[in-house]
């Protein structure tokens, strides 16, 4: 038995394919890692411009009763529909989750101190109506699925990478601003 052992063990036979079996799924690890990698890439890449096409257009736009975070949801979903039939829908984005928020401010310092604009019949919840609102704050959260689960991609390090927001002068209602000095 000892003697079959030491055979098997100098026995140049089967030795690439010892070395294929044990490379390969290094070499389809890493392969998938760069196509999930660029895939993410790309998908951030066109989410910056949907995003800011679909700000632009709505800010400039009216929106039914001011509410400009639906103006806002209804572009950026046309915008995602235009692109379907390009590379996004090759890397099969369209089932994923989008999160929309809209907050208004009336300074500049409100903004950076976080006072937005609250209901008026609940202030526990920010307004839903950017009527007389100079800046507004537009977030966008993408739920990112990766194609090939890969223990070195987390989720929540995508999701959090895939968030965007952008504050913008609200310009349809700029000519209505009432001043208080």
């Known amino acids: 038995m000892i003697k079959n052992l030491k055979k098997m063990l100098v026995n140049p036979n089967g030795v690439s394919t010892i070395e294929f079996s ?3 799924g290094i070499f389809f690890f890493v392969v998938f890692l760069i196509f999930e990698l660029c895939r993410l890439a790309i998908i951030s890449a066109y989410w910056d411009l949907a995003i800011t096409e ?3 257009i709505a800010k400039n736009q009216r929106a039914a009763n001011s509410d400009y975070k639906t103006q806002f949801e209804k572009i950026l979903i046309e915008q995602r529909n ?13 089932n994923n989750k989008l999160e929309v928020d809209v907050k208004y401010a009336d300074s500049l ?3 950076v101190n976080g006072k937005f604009k609250r209901d008026p019949k609940d202030s526990n919840k920010f307004s839903s109506t950017g009527v007389n609102s100079t800046l507004a ?15 070195f991609l987390p989720t929540s390090w995508t999701n959090n990478l895939l968030e965007r927001k952008i504050v913008m002068v609200q310009e349809y209602e700029r000519s209505q601003f009432q001043y208080t000095n």
């Open 82 to 94: 235009d692109l379907q039939s390009g590379t996004i829908a090759f890397l099969g984005e369209a």
């Open 109 to 111: 310092d409100d903004l």
């Open 54 to 56: 679909s700000v632009r």
């Open 137 to 151: 704050l537009y977030t966008v959260k993408y739920s990112y699925q990766p194609v090939v689960p890969l223990p």
């Open 22 to 24: 044990l490379t390969v």
